[in-house]
């Protein structure tokens, strides 16, 4: 069911891997979760920066929806408006041994920003709030990432190595990640309120990325990177209206086509949000199909890498095509990840 009470959990993933090279680069990061997780990975979804060491990760998100959708994709109240902008900032530790012939990361950022909600003002009840303060936060307790690639990979001792002038190329092959997500309930949280920053409750997210790196098609190279999560909501206590409940467990997909020209990555990125069961104990399930959420934004994506200054840095705009008992709106996210030691 569409979370009225708190707008989507804030957080992040950043697992996107690094595609320039020792000392001198630092990939795309996706880290913003508009529910827990979704629409935080897209380009190089499945890779790891090629050298160990720790990464700062952050950004800022902005959202506006005015559009409140029910099971038939109609409007439910004429006046639904929401405004949401936040800032996050957390880090990326890339562990130095390689396990089961790969590599593993771990990541936790926090997320403090502004959140404005009315649902409607046609009802007698109050269904429209105002907060600011923290979010709930997100953390990659593990991610596992192994290539094939067509070549020594990019940190392999005699590969070029970049420089303000010249980006090498990217690795063209097949990569395959593996990670277990956790959404960690901090973010503020009052059950007479809508819109909270916080759910009040955990949420656990294992997930399978891929990234596939073609030779040169149209222009320096083609990707296609996808990212699947399987998101189990543990239940919520305290929960509006005294009642404890638990929400309905939910997939997440993410994914981008896109292609790469010397710095420069762009295409079209999206996600799919899925729920697949009805919540439990709460009054608001239906009999059939519990209002389930469901979901589909779509938008272009441009990262750009700064091999000089070991950072890359992202913008993606998204918007709902598709929305079943969820709110409709856009989306802009600007992202970086800068190397740090």
């Known amino acids: 069911m569409t979370k009225y009470v708190s707008n989507g959990r804030l957080a992040c993933l950043a697992l996107a891997g690094l595609a320039l090279l020792p000392d001198n680069a630092a990939q795309a990061a996706e880290f913003y979760q ?188 083609t990707e296609f990177s996808g990212r699947v999560f399987y998101n189990h909501n543990f239940e919520r206590e305290d929960a509006t209206g005294d009642f404890t409940y638990r929400d309905g467990d939910y997939l997440s997909a993410d994914f981008a086509v896109t292609e790469r020209y010397n710095r420069f990555q762009f295409g079209l990125a999206g996600n799919i949000k899925w729920q697949i069961e009805d919540d439990t104990s709460s009054p608001a399930v239906a009999a059939t199909d519990g209002q389930r959420h469901k979901s589909i934004r779509l938008g272009p994506i441009i990262a750009v890498d700064f091999p000089d200054q070991r950072t890359t840095v992202s913008l993606k705009y998204l918007t709902d095509v598709y929305s079943r008992n969820a709110f409709d709106g856009d989306y802009l996210q600007l992202s970086f990840i800068r190397k740090i030691w």
């Open 34 to 221: 508009t529910v827990t997780p979704g629409a935080t990975s897209d380009i190089r979804a499945a890779e790891l920066p090629p050298e160990p060491g720790f990464y700062a990760i952050g950004g800022l998100w902005g959202n506006r929806r005015d559009r409140l959708n029910d099971a038939h994709g109609d409007q439910t109240f004429p006046d639904t408006d929401e405004e949401l902008l936040q800032g996050q900032l957390g880090g990326l530790y890339v562990y130095p041994d390689e396990f089961l012939g790969g590599r593993m990361a771990s990541s936790l950022i926090f997320a403090y920003g502004k959140h404005d909600m009315t649902i409607t003002d046609t009802l007698p009840v109050d269904l429209s709030s105002k907060h600011t303060g923290f979010f709930d936060a997100y953390s990659d307790l593990f991610f596992w990432s192994k290539s094939w690639y067509e070549g020594p990979p990019p940190a392999a001792p005699g590969q070029p190595r970049p420089t303000a002038d010249f980006v090498p190329p990217m690795p063209v092959g097949f990569t395959l990640g593996l990670g277990l997500g956790l959404t960690i309930p901090i973010g503020s949280y009052d059950n007479t309120a809508v819109g909270n920053p916080g759910f009040n409750n955990w949420v656990i997210s294992p997930n399978v990325a891929f990234t596939y790196r073609t030779k040169p098609i149209f222009l320096d190279a």
